[in-house]
C-alpha cells in the first residue's frame, strides 16, 4: 500500500503480544496495525481522547506525508514535500 496522507498517528499497539503488529497507524483516521515505522519526516506529539473507552490516547504524529506499507507490515513514512 502506498497513500498520501494529511494526518498520520503513531501509536504502540496495546493489545499486541509484543511480537506482531506491535503499531496502530491511524492515517486520516483509518487505522492500520504493521509490524514496524520508519519516520522519515518532521513529527510533533499529539493526543486524542478516545470517548468508548474513555482515555487520552498520545501519538507521534506526522502531517502531510506519504505512508508505503510492505506486504511484510513494515511502514515507512516520508514527508511528501521533498
Known sequence: MHKKVQLAHIRYNTNSNGQTE???????????????????APVFTSR????????????ISVKDCEVAISDAGDAVITDHKV
Do not use: N
Not at 31 to 39: A, N, P, R
Not at 48 to 59: A, R, S
Open 22 to 40: 506491535c503499531w496502530r497507524l491511524v492515517l486520516d483516521g483509518e487505522e492500520i496495525l504493521v509490524e514496524s515505522v520508519q519516520i522519515q
Open 48 to 59: 486524542d481522547w478516545i470517548e468508548p473507552i474513555g482515555q487520552f490516547k498520545h501519538h
